[in-house]
Every structure is written in C-alpha cells, then in structure tokens.
C-alpha cells in the first residue's frame, strides 16, 4: 500500500478540521446566547441556520470518511 502524498494529507485534514468547524458552529449557535443581535436566541432562522450548519458538517465529514475508506480498497 503507497502512503498518501503530503497535499493529499493536507487536503483531508482541512476537510475534517471544516466539517468539525460547522458542527462546532451550529452547536454553539444552539447552546449559546451570544448572537451579536443578528438572530434572536430561540428564533426559527437561528435553530435553521444552525441545524443546517450541523447538516452540512455532517455531510462533510462523511464525503471525507467515504473517499478514505474507497482510496483504502
């Protein structure tokens, strides 16, 4: 098995490092109080946004998860 080139590590790593990013983001949104009085804390729009956020992290992760394990076969 060939080890993977050092701007293919780079790559997963800002992958993974992103994909926490947003989830770490739409949790904070969720759990936290703090808004800058852009979207009030309880709001349908702020729950949306940071629901997405959490989908798109989410998703993010798995692409990164899938395309390491197909490289692995």
Partial sequence: MREKPLHEK???????LMALTY???GVFLI?????FRLL???SLARN?????LIL???YRGYRVWR?????EL
């Fill in 10 to 16: 780079i790559g997963d790593l800002t992958s993974v």
């Fill in 67 to 71: 395309r390491r394990n197909q490289k």
């Fill in 48 to 52: 949306a946004f940071a629901g997405t």
């Fill in 23 to 25: 989830i770490g983001g």
């Fill in 40 to 42: 009030p804390v309880g």
């Fill in 31 to 35: 759990l936290s109080s703090l808004s």
């Fill in 56 to 58: 798109y992290g989410a």
